[in-house]
């Protein structure tokens, strides 16, 4: 019972963590897109 | 001549009469509920797109029992049970939905088609505007996905299984077809038939959640935007394309359904209006029609009657209402966390159930606020819900299969 409760957490736990890396890199595909709109734009 | 061989002609209700009692009230009972369904798809309580032909489906196949050559009972409809190579070739020629069934519905086909029609229907400019406020919702309804895994094995289940009930808590009709046609082939038949009736539910039984769990004064608070990320169909592309190729690197067994998800957002995004029509028309509304249809013939009782369905009743409702627990507990998080400024009836909109869960959310907050939105934001959640639902998707398939030995 222990080992299932475990894996449970385990399981949230990393559903949770890719959540967030999944969060993140939507930020860093945003500002990436940002980033070279805003150099594109300057050279205009 | 006796009443016997009178009835013989009508042989539906000749089965129906040789049945045994438990499988002749199963009969009647999917019948009246067939029709029940679709009473209540008109009346618009439950969705009528899906609802409709699968609640005709479920008459019709419980009715149209016939004798068949090999003296057993069957239908016409489909066999989801032929293992037999031969024996499906040549039912794939008798039954006239098999074809829809083994080259459409049990490879996942048209689960993937139903996803790249929400992804059509999908901005994901929600979610870009904030990520990690959606992602953090999305997770947290998505408790009942998790936590109903360790009550299905502790009642029996094996991992397999309780990994494909538990899924029914993200409430995602696609994915739980997914991860239990991959998981769990013998259940794959009720546990997809209890998910979408279940989803037909959450429109009619979340609203009382959040009344419950939320009071008045909360469910009117007014949302206070600080500034309003405008997002360009670029960016939303970009995310389409690198969220599709980290997800599909990360979890390959659910690759397909990731793959047809952002497929319809980057057809939609790159502005391809020839394929949106396609997608999000004829390609999104035919896969319901044929989903919908196929779940109610495949409600035949003498194939659905098994002891663990009245479990899997019980395990999916158990599994959506912890969902939508989660969801407003991450709302009351967010809310403590914002100092008091956010509203928690947003949280239940983390419930996949794109754009349903949002909508029940919008009009609760509408039934004591009527100025107050939080669709937009609710939106974002609700969408972040998908990408959740993927991600357990992916890590159920991925991992559950490694650790049968260890569970046991």
Avoid at chain 2, 323 to 352: C, D, E, Q, T
Wanted: charged share 10%.
């Amino acid at each position: 019972m222990n080992s299932l409760l475990t894996i449970t957490l385990v399981i949230y736990g990393l559903a949770f963590v890719l959540s967030m890396l999944v969060a993140g890199m939507i930020k860093l595909v945003y500002y990436t897109v940002r980033f070279f709109t805003a150099i594109q734009e300057a050279k205009k | 001549m006796s009443w016997h061989d009178v009835l013989s002609l009508f042989q539906g209700l000749q089965t129906l009469v040789d049945a045994s009692p438990v499988l002749m009230a199963a009969r009647i009972g999917f019948i009246i509920l067939g029709m029940l369904l679709v009473y209540l798809g008109k009346k618009g309580v439950l969705e009528p797109l899906l609802m409709v032909p699968m609640g005709l489906g479920m008459s019709a196949v419980n009715a149209g029992v016939l004798v068949l050559d090999t003296g057993k009972t069957g239908t016409l409809f489909l066999d989801p049970l032929v293992t037999n190579q031969e024996q499906l070739f040549s039912l794939l020629q008798i039954d006239f939905l098999q074809p829809i069934y083994t080259l459409m519905f049990s490879n996942g086909l048209i689960a993937c088609f139903v996803f790249m029609g929400i992804g059509v229907l999908l901005d994901v400019g929600y979610v870009l505007a904030r990520p990690f406020l959606s992602m953090f919702l999305a997770i947290c309804a998505e408790l009942g996905t998790v936590a109903v895994f360790p009550i299905a094995m502790a009642l029996g289940f094996n991992a397999n299984d309780a990994a494909s009930v538990a899924m029914i808590g993200c409430a995602d009709g696609p994915m739980v077809l997914y991860t239990s046609l991959m998981l769990s082939r013998d259940l794959f038949v009720p546990i997809g038939v209890v998910a979408y009736l279940y989803l037909g539910l959450t429109y009619g039984g979340y609203p009382y959640l959040i009344k419950f769990l939320v009071p008045a004064k909360l469910r009117a608070l007014p949302m206070v935007e600080k500034k309003v990320l405008v997002v360009t169909s670029a960016e939303k592309l970009a995310f389409a394309v690198v969220g599709c190729t980290v997800l599909c690197l990360l979890f390959p067994v659910a690759a397909p359904l990731f793959f047809s998800l952002f497929l319809g957002v980057a057809v939609r995004e790159a502005g391809l209006h020839y394929f949106v029509d396609f997608i999000g028309g004829p390609l999104l509304y035919g896969a319901t029609l044929f989903l919908g249809l196929t779940l109610g013939v495949l409600c035949e009782a003498a194939t659905i009657l098994s002891p663990k369905v009245l479990l899997l009743l019980i395990l999916g409702m158990v599994a959506l209402l912890l969902s939508g627990i989660g969801g407003i507990v991450g709302g009351y998080i967010v809310y403590l966390l914002s100092g008091r400024k956010f509203n928690p009836v947003i949280g239940i909109a983390g419930v996949s159930c794109v754009p349903t869960t949002a909508k029940v959310a919008q009009k609760s907050v509408s039934e004591v606020a009527p100025n107050v939105v939080i669709l937009p934001v609710a939106l974002g959640a609700n969408i972040s819900g998908v990408i959740t639902s993927a991600i357990l998707t992916g890590i159920y398939v991925t991992i559950i299969p490694h650790l049968n030995n260890l569970l046991k």
